[in-house]
Every structure is written in structure tokens, then in C-alpha cells.
């Protein structure tokens, strides 16, 4: 993925260099054109300059006017093409900076526009590259650590207590029961133990997971050349300042449900405790009352 995007990198700095080329063309085409004409007017000043030497010998060979007056003539028309020639090379000379600005404001222009999209282009690529991280992070499936066949075995142990009844109940059936609950509920707090451990071994992989896939991602993203701001926003505001959250959360989540065990294992000791005081007693109760009846039926025997 770093390969492909240093690839599309430069493939796409490639097209601001033909942008470029193209601009240096222009610019070499207008200091042609540049030269061409400070050329051309050179040619014609050297023209100008060989008419009027020999206009002037001819004029000095009619004889029509004086020779002063030709060489007077000569000067007016010299100076009127002298200023001619002046108002072509100021022109030329004008023609040539009014297409160098220009092509200097299209070069600036085109420049603004190329980092404009190319920013737009990059973070359209940081996108996916978070889009992919993302989805990533959201195929992170908890997989279920409790089974349900400690609770229903408890829930069965405890029914139990219906057939505890006289005549069949004794303290030695109700103490087999407490003791049979109390394996089930320290079976249960055993597993919650392990459960809470594995949830904490399954959150800090998970985690660890993810900032592996941040440091991919930071390679991703420096293959598009972000400056260190873009760098800081997308690492650390977007994904490391999320990954610190979701753990934070996790801890706090996880704190809750040691707590909610420890409570839980309390109130059960509590409860079978207590239950287990009333079966005691009232199998206690049974046991003296059916010793009693006992007595009382051999005394009536043997009275008879």
C-alpha cells in the first residue's frame, strides 16, 4: 500500500512537471519572440540608415536645394524615423513584459489551483487510508467468555431445596447442599476471575493492535508527502486521541465489572448463608421434633 501510494505521489508531482515544462516553453517562446523583433527593428534602423545616405547623395547631386537645406531635410527625416523606430522597440519592449506578466500570473495561478487539488487529492487519500483503518478496527468481534452452565447447575442446586422437606430433610442434607452450593459459587467466582482476566489480555492485544495499525498508517500517510501539521491532526488528534479514549473507557469498563464480581460474590455468600441458617434450623427443628414423637411412641408402646 506505501509502494502504491509513493507511486500515485509521484505520478502525480510527474503532471506538475509537465505543467511546468509546458509554462518554460511559453516563457523561451515569448523571449523568442522577444529577440525576433529587437532583431527585425535592427534590420530596419540599418535599412533606414543606408536610404538616407543615399538619398542625401542624391539630393546633393540634383542640386534642387542648398546643401544645408538637404542635410536639414535629411536630419527631420531621420529623427521623425528615429523616433518611429524608438516607439516600435518601446512596443516591443512593452508586448514582451505585458506577455511575461501574464504567463508569470497564469504560472501563479496554475500553481495555486496544483496545490489546492493536491491538497484535496491528499486528503481524499487520508481518507481511505482512515476509512481502511477504521473498518479494520470495527471487524474486532468480542467473542463470548461465559457459558451458562455454572448458572443453570446453581439454578438447579438451589430448586434442590423443594425436596428438602419432612420427613426427608436433615441437617446433614442440608449441610450437603450449602457445601454443594458454595463449590458452585466458588466455581463462579473462579470463572469471573479468569473471565476478568482474559477480557483485560483480550483488551490490551486489541489495543496493541491498533497502534500497530497506526504506525501503518503514519507510513501510509507519509508516503503522500502530509506536512507535519496535516502529520499531528490525522495521528494524533484522529487516531491516537481516539485509541486513548476507547482504552480508557475499556479500564473503566473493566474496573466496573470487578467490582459488579466482587458484589456479586458477596451477595451470593451472603444469601446462601442466610438459606442455609433457616434450611439448618428448621432441619434442626424436624430432627428434635421426630425424636420426640419417637420417645413419646415407645412410651405409649410400652405402656400398652
Not at 63 to 72: A, E, G
Not at 173 to 188: C, G, K
Not at 208 to 227: D, G, I, N, T, Y
Amino acid at each position: 500500500m506505501k509502494k502504491e501510494l509513493t507511486h500515485l505521489t509521484q505520478e502525480v508531482h510527474v503532471l506538475w512537471e509537465e505543467v511546468q515544462e509546458k509554462v518554460k516553453m511559453k516563457k523561451m517562446r515569448i523571449k523568442d519572440l522577444n529577440h525576433k523583433l529587437t532583431e527585425c527593428e535592427t534590420q530596419r534602423a540599418s535599412k533606414v540608415r543606408v536610404l538616407l545616405v543615399k538619398n542625401v547623395h542624391l539630393l546633393e547631386n540634383i542640386s534642387f536645394l542648398p546643401p544645408p537645406d538637404v542635410f536639414r531635410l535629411i536630419h527631420t527625416e531621420a529623427t521623425m524615423l528615429n523616433l518611429s523606430l524608438l516607439m516600435n522597440r518601446r512596443c516591443a519592449a512593452r508586448l514582451t513584459l505585458l506577455l511575461l506578466e501574464e504567463n508569470l500570473q497564469q504560472e501563479e495561478q496554475l500553481r495555486l489551483q496544483w496545490e489546492e487539488l493536491l491538497s484535496c487529492w491528499r486528503r481524499s487519500r487520508a481518507t481511505g487510508v482512515l476509512d481502511r483503518y477504521w473498518t479494520l478496527c470495527s471487524s474486532d468481534e468480542e467473542q463470548p467468555l461465559v457459558s451458562g452452565q455454572l448458572v443453570e447447575q446453581r439454578e438447579e442446586t438451589i430448586h434442590h431445596i423443594c425436596s428438602l422437606v419432612p420427613p426427608s430433610c436433615s441437617t446433614t442434607l442440608a449441610s450437603d447442599w450449602f457445601n454443594q452450593l458454595t463449590v458452585i459459587n466458588q466455581q463462579i467466582d473462579d470463572l469471573h476471575s479468569e473471565v476478568l482476566h482474559q477480557l483485560r489480555c483480550r483488551s490490551h492485544h486489541r489495543w496493541s493492535e491498533h497502534l500497530a495499525r497506526v504506525e501503518l498508517c503514519e507510513k501510509k500517510l507519509s508516503a503522500l508527502q502530509l506536512s507535519d501539521v496535516e502529520m499531528n491532526d490525522v495521528i494524533g488528534s484522529q487516531l491516537l486521541a481516539v485509541i486513548g479514549q476507547g482504552q480508557s473507557q475499556d479500564e473503566q469498563r473493566l474496573a466496573a465489572v470487578d467490582r459488579c464480581c466482587d458484589a456479586v460474590a458477596r451477595r451470593a455468600l451472603h444469601l446462601s448463608t442466610c438459606v442455609f441458617a433457616v434450611m439448618r434450623g428448621a432441619a434442626l427443628l424436624w430432627e428434635t421434633h421426630s425424636r420426640r414423637l419417637e420417645r413419646r411412641r415407645v412410651q405409649v408402646e410400652q405402656r400398652m
